[in-house]
């Protein structure tokens, strides 16, 4: 089956068992079951597309549903830029189908109806986004099929005002974007075109236009700039960039149910990088470099990007609601992919060898960094969703201590924290590593990239102090009274094995990209090898990074190492050396409760809250905005002290 | 395996075991100068050893929230902070050149902290609680500094390579080395809140806070924090001197050890005198001066691009 078959078939296999779902929908686990088996077969074949497309180079284009009077085909090519991006949808779709069987038991208010249906197609056209080569019409199609199925998952707990209020910003937030975005399409292609395409009547066709543009480059080249921007602001608004994302992403976040959550973070949003590569680096042919401002463009990308990750982090330190947070720092997050492609842009622009190789580097980390993302907030939203499925809040401000209560959701989400934070040995630091030394190293024209990158290093440890604020105040600091009445309540905290399995396999991906970071690489290097279109084929001629699993990843000609093996072996050997040491007195050990002066009560009024995290720190950056969504005193709830701790 | 990997191995042994043995015999020269300038005896050099012994043969209670948490930060401490001992130089050029390169140098010393962190919130008193924060929030506005200087040297030199760039790359610049020298200024100046000394030893506050993160810990635990503690003084110090202060090798490995130390102890030197003279800033004083520094590192950082 070729690749282009595989995708028909699994966007199919995803519409079936739509209708089928939508069918059973009064037997909800029976739904549910179909649902992910469905996700399971459309994820299958497109393993199996992606497998074929990296291991022996894309096929051919493939048409169907022709109207040549209207210049409408539904043509279909998958090529390693787009098997990257469906290889991470699979990934991620799967995890959040088996999670949505059990955690959909917290909405018995609602039908599954309204939920399956829109999850598969939802999904399926994400697929179609993709893989589809027409910028007009199917690109419309897909893109208005993945919004509104988007918008009644949103909206899935339609009793709370707030939710409809988040999906309606969202609808309109997609549909402007979707106008920006075909507009620039329309710009490129109404000219009317005089080459000899073999497809000619396809006048918005990728391939067409392409092969137009660099006629339009000469002779209208600010039409051509108006286009570009428009696309910059089209897939920026799904990006969430900075300033349209804080419109829409951080309501809309929060609102879905958890699975849906981390599908929109982890994926969805990704179509927006997916857009601004294609169209930026793909769609322009390499002889009309002198005529496409390449390095502007890459300026204003990765000075956005910069300003994105920076803002959207540091909006994230104020919030104290899980999902909240999340939200905010997917914005931040996708500052990171964009300074990758903007350095990748900006070094593009000279013929230099050497910063060739950087930007096909920086290319290679904004790739990673997608990948790397799509796993980790996926994970961190279903730790999310644990964590509100076993008590009922999203409010950190009245969680602590569930790291008892739920060790497995804990350490995943201690390895979906450190992954983002940027922590060696895990994935989110090889991809930043990639993004720091491609940016670092910037001359010529990019002189400003070092800056960028010494902020977004900045940003990493502000990143850090978000996800130890997530981390510790849910599963450590000290036991909240809400945390210890659920736990009075039921035996166990911690949610059933279909909710634990697919964050055991996220976390496992998230250890696995870290230690092996050459796999990744490796895959992205198969990728850009079978994706020769553009400036594609440049990148594709440069090896910025060799690998091996002992000397792990290598860039620059062996002068920026990461050798995440040696380094797990270093640490776990002095981690035994360490535990041998607090051994060798003979110490015994004993577990007590800690003495707070034989009187103090711990009250709600005074704990130490997620509130109160990094005070003096936020108050230099509140000028940035970002508010919390709700007042942030609840009234107090100690009206009964609680015992005392201590037992004296 | 390659004889080049058997000595980068070896090499990262010995100063794992220059450190370990180290450390401790500076924080008594410190201990006992911080006594002299304080017109006090002071404990006799050799007395952070015993502490050290006495305290890993003490009873160890786990008062804090959650105990299994608590042990592993604190074995990923003391894990983290060796893996940057194998990293740093002492005497001859940066020993495990195979595993990592300044990115992931900066990152481990980051990990550091996060040990530290993790271990005040298992701890989960208010006191730790608040401690952590100002671990975090001083991390957060120093680690750009450490940056900028490294990412100088690293420009400079058009590697990251550790042996390149720890060695005193910082003044490899194609012009005159100005931004080397305004960040030797700015590390000097900033060098007593890397270390956590007074008076930048927020996070711990012995006489405010109760050793913050530390609080709920006792016996072999506290023993490996306060070696870490004591070993991050020694490698900060390494890493200063090979950053900054390259010059005066011999070229014979025994007698470069001695000499790199000889410059570490006086980085410690300096640190007592400051620590004994100053009294402790508060959190947002100390954020008000890191964000000064940090402002001249970016614009020492544009001179370097500038080849400067």
């Known amino acids: 089956m070729s690749p282009e078959h595989a995708m028909v078939a699994a966007m199919l296999l995803c519409g079936l068992g739509a209708l089928l779902t939508g069918w059973v929908a009064s037997r909800r686990t029976l739904a549910g079951w179909i649902a992910f088996g469905c996700v399971a077969g459309s994820s299958l074949l497109t393993f199996h597309a992606v497998a074929r497309v990296l291991l022996y180079g894309p096929g051919k284009a493939f048409t169907f549903l022709t109207v040549p009077q209207m210049g409408f085909a539904l043509r279909l090519y998958v090529d390693g830029l787009s098997a990257i991006f469906l290889g991470l949808i699979a990934t991620v779709a799967l995890p959040a189908a088996l999670y949505s069987i059990a955690y959909l038991d917290h909405y018995r208010a609602y039908s599954v109806r309204r939920y399956y249906p829109n999850f598969l197609l939802f999904i399926a056209a994400m697929y179609g986004l993709v893989s589809t080569t027409d910028m007009m019409y199917f690109f419309f199609i897909f893109w208005q099929m993945m919004t509104l199925t988007g918008y009644a998952l949103i909206r899935y707990e339609h009793d709370k005002p707030e939710n409809l209020h988040a999906a309606n910003k969202y609808l309109a937030m997609m549909q402007i974007a979707c106008a920006a975005t075909m507009i620039g399409a329309g710009m490129l292609a109404a000219k009317g075109v005089t080459g000899a395409v073999n497809s000619a009547h396809l006048i918005y066709d990728f391939d067409t236009v392409s092969e137009h543009l660099p006629l339009l480059l000469r002779e209208h080249p600010i039409q051509v700039a108006v286009a570009f921007a428009l696309f910059l602001v089209g897939f920026g608004i799904k990006l969430g960039t900075w300033p349209f994302g804080q419109i829409w992403l951080p309501d809309a976040h929060p609102a879905a149910p958890s699975p849906v959550s981390a599908l929109l973070s982890g994926v969805m949003i990704k179509t927006g990088v997916y857009g601004l590569m294609r169209y930026f680096l793909w769609l322009v042919p390499p002889e009309a470099k002198a005529d496409y401002p390449m390095a502007m463009w890459g300026a204003i990308i990765a000075v956005l990007g910069t300003i994105t990750l920076f803002v959207g982090t540091t909006q994230a330190l104020r919030q104290h609601q899980t999902k909240r947070l999340l939200a905010f720092s997917s914005i931040g997050q996708g500052g990171y992919i964009l300074l990758g492609l903007g350095a990748c842009l900006c070094l593009l622009a000279s013929s230099d060898a050497r910063l060739t190789n950087l930007a096909a580097f920086g290319l290679y980390g904004a790739l990673f960094h997608t990948i790397n993302h799509g796993l980790f907030k996926s994970l961190l939203f279903l730790n999310a969703g644990s964590i509100l499925h076993a008590t009922g809040t999203q409010d950190m401000n009245k969680l602590g201590g569930l790291m008892k209560h739920m060790p497995f959701t804990a350490i995943t989400a201690l390895i979906g924290s450190l992954s983002i934070a940027g922590v060696p040995l895990f994935n989110g630091f090889a991809s930043k590593w990639c993004i720091y030394v491609a940016t670092l190293q910037a001359d010529g024209a990019a002189r400003f990239l070092p800056i960028c990158a010494v902020v977004a290093i900045f940003t990493s440890a502000i990143t850090l102090a978000l996800f130890m604020k997530f981390f510790g105040v849910s599963f450590l600091s000290r036991t909240s009274s809400l945390v210890a009445a659920q736990a009075a309540r039921q035996p166990s905290l911690e949610v059933g094995w279909m909710m634990r399995l697919p964050q055991l396999v996220l976390a496992t991906l998230c250890v696995g990209l870290g230690l092996f970071p050459m796999v990744a690489l490796s895959i992205i290097h198969h990728a850009l090898q079978a994706s020769q279109q553009g400036f594609g084929t440049v990148l594709a001629k440069s090896t910025p990074v060799t690998w091996g699993l002992w000397r792990g990843a290598q860039g620059l000609g062996g002068n920026a190492v990461l050798a995440p093996v040696a380094l797990v072996m270093v640490v776990g050997l002095l981690i035994v050396l360490a535990r041998a040491l607090t051994k060798l007195g003979g110490a015994q050990r004993r577990q007590t409760v800690p003495w707070l002066c034989g009187y103090a009560r711990e009250t709600y009024q005074n704990r130490y809250h997620a509130d109160h995290f990094y005070g003096a720190l936020k108050r230099y950056f509140h000028w940035l905005g970002g508010a919390p969504a709700k007042p942030q005193r609840p009234a107090p709830v100690a009206q009964t002290p609680s015992p005392p701790v201590n037992p004296a | 395996m390659s004889g080049k990997a058997i000595i980068e191995i070896l090499g990262g042994l010995a100063n794992v075991v220059i450190v370990l043995i180290v450390a401790p015999f500076f924080e008594g020269v410190l201990r006992k100068l911080t006594a002299r300038i304080q017109s006090r005896q002071g404990p006799p050099l050799w007395q952070p050893y015993y502490d050290l012994l006495k305290l890993l043969g003490k009873e160890d209670i ?123 200024g700015v590390m000097l100046i900033s060098f007593q809140a890397f270390v956590q000394r007074v008076p930048f030893d927020i996070a711990e506050a012995e006489t405010e806070i109760m050793e913050g993160p530390l609080m709920e810990y006792s016996g072999p635990k506290l023993a490996l924090f306060k070696y870490v503690q004591m070993a991050k003084l020694v490698i900060y110090s390494a890493l200063f001197v090979a950053l900054f202060i390259p010059w005066g090798h011999t070229g014979l490995y025994p007698l470069d050890v001695l000499i790199h130390l000889a410059k570490c102890l006086v980085m410690v030197l300096g640190v007592t005198w400051v620590a004994a003279t100053h009294a402790r800033y508060r959190m947002d004083q100390a954020i008000r001066y890191y964000a000064l520094l940090v402002g001249i590192s970016v614009i020492a950082l544009g001179m370097a691009v500038y080849g400067y």
């Not at chain 2, 592993?72 to 990293?87: E, G, K, N, P, Q």
């Not at chain 2, 050149?97 to 980051?110: A, F, H, M, Q, R």
């Not at chain 2, 902290?113 to 924060?133: F, H, K, R, V």
């Open chain 2, 62 to 184: 786990e008062s804090g929230e959650s105990p299994p948490m608590q042990r592993f930060a604190v074995y990923l401490s003391f894990a983290a902070i060796m893996t940057v001992a194998c990293l740093v130089p002492f005497g001859s050029h940066a020993p495990a050149n195979g595993i990592g390169d300044v990115l992931v140098l900066i990152y481990l010393l980051t990990l550091c902290g996060i040990a530290t962190m993790l271990a005040g919130l298992a701890a989960g008193s208010t006191y730790s609680l608040i401690g952590m924060n100002r671990e975090m929030m001083s991390l957060i506005t120093l680690e750009p500094l450490l940056v900028v200087a490294m990412v100088i040297g690293a420009i400079h030199v058009h590697s990251f390579r550790l042996d390149q760039v720890l060695a005193g790359s910082v003044y490899a610049a194609a012009g005159f080395p100005w931004s080397g020298l305004i960040m030797l």
